[in-house]
């Protein structure tokens, strides 16, 4: 029987493997195209390359971490090290995160809110002169609001929260500078000492009593004003905010306030 003579395999690669070839050739351009369009913080690398050539010695052959065993002995330590450079990457040496242009913009904003609030508080002090007030009520401000401090006692009986006939005028030129100057919240908050209730009235403790004060002026206001009663809040706060010492009678009388914060324009209330 005549041998059959075995063909040659056929010359150059399979066709598949051209196919392969043209999809890595793709793909590593790709790559290179990533990386030339990325941006690379030089000083960044040189300080990470400088951490790992001083703990783990890999730029110098690795003698020091190999024969020293540096990687073995204090492995833990050298992830700590890294670990600890990788988080403070953008601190400054006091571990602050803040950058310093952002602090001096926090400071001018600061500074202009205190700066509106103590033009507001000398607008508002001159119109309680012109109303022969400004020894009846107390101003104070700081960098949200300008705070009017009224006497309890000007203003309800003991244990009362119907505010008293005399005190109307006062309340109604209150409510006039409200509605000239109040460009944003404000607070009424009703303050009394810490005696406990007596009786069986229908405000048993100083909490529902500071309470039902605060309300008693936001209700003048809300029916003798102009003011979008939606910005202007109340709130009882009973004895737990004093001013004064309250073992005196002086202190405790202070302490009995109703206090009214006009919030400026830039606190963001």
């Not at 493997?17 to 590593?28: C, G, I």
């Not at 507001?120 to 400004?134: P, Q, R, T, V, Y």
Request: charged share 25%; proline share 3%; hydrophobic share 35%.
């Amino acid at each position: 029987m005549a041998k059959k003579r075995q063909e040659d395999p056929p010359k150059g690669s399979p066709a598949w493997m051209a196919t392969f070839s043209d999809l890595m050739n793709l793909l590593l351009c790709f790559f290179v195209l990533l990386f030339s369009m990325s941006t690379i913080d030089a000083q960044k690398f040189e300080l990470l390359a400088a951490s790992f050539n001083q703990t783990f010695s890999i730029f110098d052959a690795g003698a020091t971490a190999i024969g020293d065993g540096v990687l073995v002995s204090n492995g833990v330590s050298q992830l700590n090290e890294l670990d600890d450079y990788i988080n403070s990457t953008g601190r400054d040496n006091e571990g602050d995160t803040i950058p310093e242009d952002l602090e001096t913009a926090v400071e001018k904003v600061d500074e202009a809110k205190l700066e509106e609030s103590e033009e507001l508080a000398e607008l508002i002090e001159e119109s309680l002169k012109e109303a022969n007030l400004d020894k009846e009520i107390d101003i104070e401000f700081t960098s949200q609001y300008v705070q009017l401090t009224l006497n309890g006692a000007l203003l309800f009986d003991s244990g009362s929260v119907e505010l008293r006939n005399e005190s109307l005028p006062m309340l109604s030129q209150i409510g006039k500078i409200l509605e000239r100057y109040a460009k944003s919240t404000i607070e009424i908050e009703g303050h009394t000492d810490n005696v406990p209730m007596r009786g069986s009235g229908k405000y048993s403790n100083n909490d529902e009593l500071s309470a039902g004060r605060a309300l008693s002026v936001f209700y003048y206001l809300e029916q003798n004003t102009s003011l979008d009663m939606s910005y202007v809040k109340h709130a009882g706060r009973g004895e737990y905010v004093p001013i004064a010492d309250n073992s005196t009678p002086e202190g405790r009388q202070m302490n009995r306030r109703v206090e009214i914060k006009i919030y400026n324009s830039l606190s963001g209330y």
